[in-house]
């Protein structure tokens, strides 16, 4: 059974940089047909999708408004995505989620989140 | 960028009750559109994808419908455990975006 794991500190200083890893078990990330993405759910907020991976391509997609911050990197050896964002604020601020994407099955497993408090 | 625009922001329902929570997307986007459920500390959970299918292991009282920029989640009968938030997510091209979110309360 798939199961996705995200993991980093909770509290990150204001202009620095967050990281987090997204580690899966139970399957390979280089199995099947699949995207593995990173969204993000301010408090209080909706969902924002961050970017992704499609490891039959070895292609990064991001979203244009995070794009300039944002870095995703895919170890499939290790079966670990990780997400950095450089420059937070405040409003980065958020429960951070990796995701399963199937080709036409939207995001079909998540991960539990991990909150992420910009603050100093 | 597609906006997706989710109604009833809130809803308050009794068990038994039949619910319907429609997501109408800025663009066209036939039928690439998949409904999750949210709670508190647990994994979000996909119910259904492209329009109309349910994922596996989803009880059949949830269904979805539509096509192009109209779409309908409909809960036939309120069971106590699908209280929750649940939000709409347009997988038809990137930047991939979701409703806003409806938050099914208990009356």
């Known amino acids: 059974q798939l199961q996705i794991q995200e993991s980093g500190p909770g509290l990150v200083k204001p202009s620095e940089t967050l990281s987090l890893t997204c580690t899966v078990s139970?399957?390979?990330?280089?199995?099947?047909?699949?995207?593995w993405v990173w969204i993000r759910q301010p408090p209080g907020k909706g969902l924002e999708w961050i970017g992704s991976f499609y490891h039959t391509w070895n292609t990064y997609y991001y979203n244009p408004s995070l794009e300039s911050r944002v870095t995703i990197y895919a170890d499939t050896s290790k079966s670990q995505l990780s997400l950095k964002v450089t420059s937070v604020t405040a409003a980065d601020t958020a429960l951070y989620y990796c995701a399963r994407q199937g080709q036409l099955v939207g995001f079909d497993q998540w991960g539990q989140g991990t909150l992420v408090t910009v603050s100093s | 960028d597609i906006q997706l625009t989710q109604s009833p922001s809130f809803l308050s329902a009794s068990v038994g009750d039949r619910v319907t929570i429609t997501c109408r997307s800025s663009q066209y986007i036939s039928g690439f559109l998949n409904w999750y459920q949210l709670k508190p500390g647990k994994a979000p959970k996909s119910l259904i994808y492209t329009a109309s299918t349910l994922q596996s292991g989803v009880p059949s009282r949830f269904s979805g419908s539509g096509s192009g920029t109209d779409f309908t989640l409909t809960i036939s009968s309120l069971q106590p455990e699908d209280f929750a938030t649940y939000f709409c997510h347009q997988s038809y091209t990137t930047p991939y975006s979701f409703g806003q979110g409806t938050k099914l309360e208990i009356k």
């Open positions: 139970g399957d390979s990330m280089s199995s099947g047909n699949y995207y």
